[in-house]
């Protein structure tokens, strides 16, 4: 079956640790996203590529950095320099173009907490 | 920018009622889609229904269903017979016409009692 797969589901990072979030799509889909989801807050963008080799950043991408070297990928980087790192992070893919209106396919999300 | 608004954070139903959540938006443009997503206590965002700016007639999807408002820039999403596994958190979404980025609302939090 084609979907997104995340992992891990839950991750652990330590304080001035940089971690890296998986997410890998069999769906054929040329765009990729990156979402961060906290308590009231929705879903906020991170990063998104719309093409192999390049991306673009969303409206809180201070802190984390991507990187999309195949299509069927693009991991998620949290570095040190995001303060609160704390939250509930969520992949998701598009078909570009017209096809892309027709949502997102979103994958199960990983939950990183910082101890 | 667009900006999207779902103006009660919580809200609760019986089970068999029917329930209405809103949701409005902000765009100056014409061109745009709008989707409601169910994020259920499993955490996994699953389109509920999806409506074209173009076309008048209310999306239905089942027991889902619109009330699409261009003018006023409302786009509510109503439950028909509301059934306990249709608890979850429910986020509005909008995506102009041309763009990949979706802008989501912060949210409902719906509840179905027995």
């Known amino acids: 079956d084609g979907g997104i797969t995340q992992s891990p589901k839950y991750l652990f990072r330590k304080e001035g640790q940089n971690v890296t979030l998986s997410c890998e799509q069999n769906?054929?889909?040329?765009?990729m996203y990156w979402y961060r989801q906290d308590p009231g807050q929705g879903l906020r963008l991170i990063y998104y590529?719309?093409?192999?080799?390049?991306?673009q950043k969303g409206d809180i991408a201070e802190g984390y950095s991507v990187s999309r070297e195949k299509k069927e990928s693009f991991p998620l980087t949290v570095t040190s320099a995001q303060k609160n790192p704390t939250a509930f992070y969520l992949c998701?893919?598009?078909?570009?173009?017209?096809?892309?209106?027709?949502?997102?396919?979103f994958g199960s999300g990983t939950r990183l907490t910082v101890v | 920018a667009q900006t999207v608004t779902q103006s009660q954070p919580e809200m609760s139903v019986q089970e068999a009622e029917t329930v209405t959540l809103s949701c409005t938006y902000d765009?100056?443009?014409?061109?745009?889609?709008l989707f409601w997503y169910k994020q259920p206590p499993s955490r996994q965002m699953i389109l509920v229904i999806r409506?074209?700016?173009?076309?008048?007639q209310n999306a239905t999807e089942n027991r889902f269903s619109v009330n699409f408002q261009k003018a006023a820039k409302s786009f509510s999403l109503k439950i028909s017979d509301s059934q306990l596994g249709d608890t979850a958190m429910y986020f509005c979404?909008?995506?102009?016409?041309?763009?990949?980025?979706?802008?989501f609302g912060k949210g409902t939090k719906l509840t179905v009692n027995p």
């Open positions: 979404a909008f995506l102009q016409g041309g763009s990949e980025k979706l802008v």
């Open positions: 998701a893919s598009s078909p570009s173009g017209l096809s892309g209106h027709y949502g997102y396919t």
């Open positions: 769906l054929n889909h040329d765009a």
């Open positions: 409506q074209e700016a173009y076309k008048q």
């Open positions: 590529s719309q093409i192999v080799n390049d991306f």
């Open positions: 765009t100056s443009e014409n061109n745009y889609y």
